[in-house]
């Protein structure tokens, strides 16, 4: 599996933007997807989820209400809506494959994640 991100930027606090993530190999809808992003010295943390049908979802306290997690399993990417930026939302934002977990269930641990993408830069000015 290859992932490919996009959609990274520079955004005024408030403002919204969306990165995606095109899949290549294995077959879309077998697997699970997440969202994850990192800043220096931090670890890396899982900030949305979404099940191989699409119909279960998870977003980390700090983005609830905010950001969006979707998946188009026919043109094999996932996208991440982010609404309301903060300063503090200013990261690399990685795509990642789970090709583990049961239908329906989601995983946040990087350790559980199989193939990632190259990481996206999300800055958020204040």
């Known amino acids: 599996v290859q992932l490919q991100a996009s959609g990274g930027g520079l955004v005024q606090a408030g403002g919204s933007l969306r990165v995606s993530c095109a899949a290549s190999g294995r077959a879309f809808g077998t697997y699970a997807m997440g969202w994850f992003r990192q800043t220096p010295g931090k670890e890396r943390e899982c900030v949305a989820a979404?099940?191989?049908?699409?119909?279960?979802?998870y977003y980390a306290d700090s983005v609830k209400g905010r950001f969006t997690i979707s998946r188009d399993n026919v043109k094999n990417t996932v996208y991440l809506q982010m609404n309301s930026l903060k300063p503090e939302d200013t990261a690399v934002y990685y795509c990642a494959a789970d090709f583990s977990s049961l239908p329906g269930r989601l995983r946040v641990l990087r350790y559980e994640y199989d193939f990632w993408g190259q990481g996206t830069l999300v800055t958020v000015s204040s």
């Open positions: 979404i099940s191989r049908s699409g119909g279960n979802t």
